[in-house]
């Protein structure tokens, strides 16, 4: 793989910075993008002083649609990878109660990804080069009760990178989609995991750069979870709805 410049959006995730780690490995410089810059400084240095990169921080609000334009337009150099890593989870109960909160769910994992990666998009169609990885979920391949406001984000911004992916192959640009599944991370760090169904971080990282060097279309972390949700979709409706999902 080249060297090149990537940038992480949603960069002081777990994954984020997995995955920031893996590509400074093969001498790529990073851009960490998101609201807490004070940390993702520390992480820069890091970066840095392990791998003898360069790495740029930069402010960078997932809700603030409206600086999304300007805030890839002043990237210089531009990045040949953008990785897009920022979501929330929510408590679906909650989100059911509370619009604001489904609002917040939908606004972080559907419109965000495309407020600042149509930007992305038309710069790297004119390049005719560059590829984009979105982290989206199993949870969007098919509607369950205990997830389905966080599934049909999920599930747009699935259906929003295979639209892009369709639209830039013709200008040499790649999309991939990843869906981890359960993930050991800060935002599941209260949930109790399925040992057998459930990556960590590194892994994660790993299977994006993979994914991106063999210029792969969709990926699942786990290969199980392929399989699993492919049950889920196949199981008729009449049957599905008495099921605890």
Not at 9 to 16: D, Y
Not at 54 to 69: E, G, N
């Amino acid at each position: 793989m080249n060297k090149k410049w990537i940038l992480i959006l949603g960069a002081n995730s777990n994954i984020a910075i997995a995955t920031a780690h893996r590509f400074a490995q093969d001498g790529s410089s990073i851009y960490l993008a998101s609201r807490n810059v004070t940390e993702l400084n520390k992480e820069a240095s890091n970066l840095e002083i392990r791998y003898g990169v360069k790495v740029k921080v930069k402010y960078f609000d997932a809700l603030d649609f409206k600086s999304h334009s300007n805030f890839y337009k002043d990237l210089s150099p531009k990045p040949e990878g953008v990785i897009l890593a920022f979501g929330v989870l929510g408590d679906q109960k909650k989100q059911q109660k509370e619009f604001e909160l489904a609002k917040l769910a939908l606004d972080t994992n559907f419109m965000a990804a495309i407020s600042v990666l149509e930007p992305v998009a038309s710069d790297f169609e004119q390049r005719k080069f560059g590829f984009i990885v979105g982290i989206s979920s199993v949870a969007g391949d098919r509607g369950r009760a205990s997830n389905y406001i966080y599934g049909s984000s999920k599930a747009g911004l699935s259906v929003y990178l295979e639209g892009l992916r369709h639209r830039l192959f013709k200008s040499n640009v790649r999309v991939l989609i990843v869906k981890p599944g359960f993930v050991a991370t800060k935002m599941t760090a209260n949930m109790d995991l399925p040992q057998g169904l459930t990556a960590d971080p590194n892994q994660v990282a790993d299977a994006i750069y993979k994914g991106v060097s063999k210029k792969k279309n969709t990926i699942y972390i786990k290969s199980i979870w392929r399989y699993i949700m492919m049950i889920i979709r196949l199981i008729p409706e009449s049957i599905f709805k008495k099921l605890n999902l």
